[in-house]
């Protein structure tokens, strides 16, 4: 157990709908960064929040935002929807102490998307 | 980027180690290796992490060459729950952004 928490574990939505999936953080941990996972691919990375800013991002279009929150938690918001969005979305938060030492983060189990 | 490179696939017989190789050869020095494996549609589970040296933990050992070219992860008495696809990553200085890869689907063998 990671103790970070994700919602909701499996939607289905419509293209051109737009979506927003939860994630809890691991206690104490104060960045929060999100993964897209297609079936048979590695985790790609959407972006990071660093207290409450985005301070990277993947290549991702601006139709997917996110934020985070004071207590840390996070969202991730797609608009638009379209059926290559379908893919498992992954949350993972860490401490972050420095950029010279070896933070870990640490992934929840996901939340599976499915646009029709 | 720095990027890694890693066999498709591998299997092992349960009880024996695992070796399960990665090449980084544009690794930057201050970029570290982190070892995750995913079971069947779970999150990635961290596994270990190095710079330099050789690590150590409960669940594997980490072996990275002196030139930080390649690395090895290695699981020391295979069970059939280790059986996932394993990650070699190496992460981007002053973000947590990993490049993953497709990784190593390792299948434990009975």
């Known amino acids: 157990e990671t103790g970070v928490t994700q919602s909701p574990t499996h939607l289905i939505k419509t293209r051109g709908q737009q979506v927003t999936l939860r994630c809890s953080s691991q206690?104490?941990?104060?960045?929060v960064s999100w993964y897209q996972q297609a079936l048979g691919q590695g985790p790609q990375f959407i972006f990071q929040y660093y207290r409450e800013e985005e301070n990277g991002r993947g290549n991702f279009p601006p139709r997917f935002s996110g934020l985070q929150f004071p207590n840390y938690s996070s969202e991730l918001n797609v608009n638009a929807l379209e059926l290559d969005d379908s893919a498992l979305y992954l949350c993972?938060?860490?401490?972050?102490?420095?950029?010279?030492?070896?933070?870990?983060?640490?992934f929840g189990e996901g939340s599976w998307l499915t646009v029709v | 980027d720095a990027k890694t490179t890693q066999p498709p696939s591998m299997d092992c017989a349960e009880g024996r180690a695992a070796n399960l190789p990665c090449n980084h050869s544009?690794?930057?020095?201050?970029?570290?290796v982190y070892w995750y494996r995913q079971i069947h549609s779970q999150g990635p589970q961290y596994i270990i992490h190095?710079?330099?040296n050789n690590e150590t933990n409960e669940m594997a050992s980490l072996i990275i060459t002196e030139d930080r070219k390649s690395s090895t992860l290695i699981l020391p008495h295979a069970t059939l729950r280790d059986t996932a696809v394993y990650y070699c990553i190496v992460r981007i200085p002053g973000t947590y952004k990993y490049i993953f890869g497709t990784g190593t689907r390792l299948k434990v063998l009975a």
């Open positions: 190095g710079l330099k």
């Open positions: 993972a938060s860490s401490l972050f102490r420095g950029t010279s030492s070896g933070n870990t983060i640490y």
């Open positions: 206690s104490g941990h104060n960045t």
């Open positions: 544009t690794i930057s020095g201050n970029e570290y």
